[in-house]
């Protein structure tokens, strides 16, 4: 019986030196970029005009006519994600920086699991001045090959995805905007 007390004391001594460890290396802390799977840009874009998503008021649009053929900065999302909720600040930023200079900002809650009143309180709560669209069925985040939240895509005039990456990337954005 006494070996139990031991072995019990060795079982958290390691486990807090494994925890120590992980902190030391910023495992436990690390960045949504830093803990999401590489994300390739799609060798062929999707058709954004074959893919629906609804306002906020539950009308159905063309996530094409969201773009209207301009240099874009999708931004996939959940209002429950914390990474989301963490990214929201630098989607802001590059909005209010980036919008004079013609680019369009649209986000895509996936809606897996959200409700839409708690959409339209996050929206709300948080100011968002760009628009929201809500994808019930996830077909745009399927189309578009979303695997990880939140996902920024960058797409050019002609609706091709140029850049895929979990946080805003501002060079990326100089560079859409200069081919633009």
Not at 105 to 116: E, M, N, S, Y
Request: glycine share 8%.
């Amino acid at each position: 019986m006494k070996t139990r007390p031991a072995l019990t004391a060795i079982v958290v001594l390691l486990a807090a030196g494994l925890m120590g460890q992980l902190f030391a290396r910023g495992g436990a802390g690390k960045a949504a970029a830093d803990r999401a799977p590489k994300m390739a840009v799609p060798a062929v874009s999707p058709n954004a005009g074959d893919i629906l998503v609804r306002t906020l008021s539950g009308q159905s649009v063309s996530l094409a006519s969201a773009f209207a053929g301009k240099p874009t900065m999708l931004v996939f999302w959940a209002s429950w994600c914390p990474d989301c909720r963490r990214e929201t600040p630098k989607v802001k930023e590059a909005f209010a920086k980036f919008s004079k200079e013609g680019l369009n900002v649209v986000a895509v809650d996936t809606a897996g699991r959200d409700k839409l009143e708690a959409v339209k309180a996050y929206i709300h709560e948080n100011g968002l001045a760009y628009p929201v669209y809500y994808d019930a069925g996830t077909s745009a985040a399927k189309a578009y090959g979303i695997t990880w939240i939140p996902t920024i895509l960058l797409i050019d005039p002609s609706g091709k995805v140029v850049s895929k990456a979990p946080h805003v990337d501002e060079a990326s954005i100089r560079e859409l905007l200069r081919k633009g």
